[in-house]
């Protein structure tokens, strides 16, 4: 049943494969001629490699999870999530490098458990030759060009010695100001952005990552890999996990002194 015991061996190796069904159709929509492209609602865009990407996803989902849910960015969520198994979908994080060419796109699928915490999530960037993932309990892996290994967060314990990494000064609101004078007291940032900044963080090759304003598809799967490579996961205020509307992840170190710096009470 839904709300019993798992086996997230079993879980993680159908987040992989969901992942490979994800990687083949993406990447042959990948810079194709006649890629349709829509705007949502909201005026961001929307591939039909996108969409088919989630219902590749959830018919497979469907198949093989028959009693749990789904959540995706393109075709929404149930009415009600409460005491159930989550799948966590976002079939194209970074539509607009998609679109423009960029490589620095990737398939996002977490696994929620009832309590609402993330136990299972797979990032997938075939154009970048990567892939992320991990499962509660057991650690965090990557997989470039075909070499596996176990990735941790790095041990820098001073902002001054600090690289921080986010996709732009959209979003941030009365805490632009202070982030932006955080900037002139670290020792490195780069604009990586999206689902890339966030892995950075767990393979220990960047500090911290954040970003103002996601959605709990942009979060979820980093959630757990972070975490399980040492690191933490929060929302701007601190509050943790994917929930929070934003995200910090970190190497743990750092967490608390960052969240200062940009807390609208905090430092100067």
């Given at each position: ?89 976002d079939p194209i994080d970074g539509t607009k490098n ?74 941030w609101g009365e805490r ?93």
């Open positions: 049943m839904s709300t019993g015991a798992r086996d997230l061996n079993s879980d993680l190796d159908l987040a992989l494969h969901l992942a490979k069904i994800a990687d083949e159709i993406s990447l042959k929509r990948y810079q194709a001629l006649d890629l349709v492209i829509e705007t949502k609602p909201d005026l961001s865009p929307v591939t039909d490699a996108d969409k088919a990407v989630e219902k590749a996803i959830r018919d497979e989902i469907a198949k093989l999870r028959p009693q749990d849910l789904v959540v995706g960015e393109e075709f929404g969520s149930p009415d009600s999530l409460a005491g159930k198994y989550y799948w966590v979908i998609y679109l423009r060419g960029v490589p620095t796109w990737a398939t996002l699928i977490g696994l929620v458990d009832p309590t609402g915490a993330v136990v299972v999530g797979v990032v997938s960037a075939p154009a970048l030759s990567r892939r992320w993932w991990a499962a509660t309990g057991k650690g965090a892996k990557c997989e470039f060009a075909g070499e596996v290994k176990e990735i941790r967060v790095s041990k820098v314990s001073k902002l001054s010695d600090a690289s921080i990494s986010y996709s732009d000064l959209i979003g632009k100001a202070k982030f932006v004078s955080l900037q002139e007291k670290i020792w490195r940032t780069r604009g990586h952005g999206d689902f890339w900044s966030h892995m950075l963080v767990a393979e220990g090759a960047v500090d911290i990552a954040v970003e103002p304003s996601l959605s709990l598809w942009d979060m979820a799967a980093l959630d757990v890999i972070v975490r399980e490579a040492g690191g933490k996961f929060t929302n701007i205020d601190g509050q943790p996990g994917p929930h929070g509307a934003s995200a910090i992840s970190s190497n743990g170190l750092l967490h608390l002194d960052f969240l200062d710096q940009i807390s609208l009470k905090g430092a100067n």
